[in-house]
């Protein structure tokens, strides 16, 4: 089966320009998870989504992160204005409903903000 | 929302040496995922456990989740150097999947 896609793979901006990351799910995957992953630490999730809707947030920082998924399919993550902290990379993952499913994660975007 | 401790942090073994690390909840935890990163690439799941006490494993690598569920191990017999990388555990809560990842221990096999 083909694998969750991002991009972009690398992203250079200078602070307060804003950036879209792309999320495209294995087919049939119901939910979709964005986190962030600063170096040395763990996954940290921004956001999370059933079919197009929205189950958890509380760690999304609203005033200049936003998510989206239309159609319950394709997500798009987007941070206006950047800062310097938000240097990390940006990971996708998908997984069936369902409380025993594992979670299948993209690539990655890395995001660099000078 | 629950959290979970892992230790260690960091491990350094010689390469035939073996290696464990550890997960460690407050709270009476439904089930456990472990994942491994490999340097520059994304979490890839292992597996998950489910029941109190429940042992599984997959070659070289035994994972455990104890008895109150409240704590979980991954125990790797004999490290080789494609063993290297970042092992996470993950919670796995609330009525609609929430995953929650430990901070990982990075595991540095020297050949």
């Known amino acids: 089966e083909a694998g969750v896609a991002q991009s972009p793979r690398y992203k250079i901006i200078e602070k307060r320009q804003s950036v879209a990351f792309w999320c495209n799910p294995i087919?049939?995957?119901?939910?979709l998870y964005w986190y962030q992953q600063i170096l040395g630490q763990g996954p940290k999730l921004l956001i999370q989504?059933?079919?197009?809707?929205?189950?958890?947030d509380s760690q999304l920082p609203k005033d200049r992160f936003s998510a989206e998924r239309l159609k319950g399919v394709d997500s798009t993550l987007k941070i206006q204005p950047a800062k310097l902290e938000d240097s990390a990379v940006y990971l996708c993952a998908s997984s069936f409903l369902g409380q025993n499913s594992p979670l299948h994660f993209g690539n990655g975007t890395r995001l660099t903000v000078t | 929302g629950q959290q979970v401790m892992q230790i260690p942090q960091y491990q350094h073994v010689q390469e035939g040496e073996d290696f464990t690390t550890y997960c460690n909840s407050s709270?009476?935890?439904?089930?456990i995922q472990w994942y491994k990163q490999r340097p520059g690439g994304h979490p890839v799941f292992l597996i998950q456990?489910?029941?109190?006490?429940e042992v599984k494993k997959q070659k070289r690598l035994t994972f455990q989740f104890g008895e109150a569920k409240k704590n979980s191990s991954l125990h790797i017999t004999a490290t080789q150097t494609t063993d290297v990388g970042t092992y996470f555990c993950a919670l796995n809560s609330g009525g609609y999947q929430k995953v929650t990842f430990g901070i990982g221990t990075k595991l540095q096999v020297i050949p």
């Open positions: 989504f059933q079919n197009n809707g929205v189950v958890d």
């Open positions: 087919s049939g995957h119901a939910t």
């Open positions: 456990l489910v029941k109190s006490g």
């Open positions: 709270t009476t935890l439904s089930n």
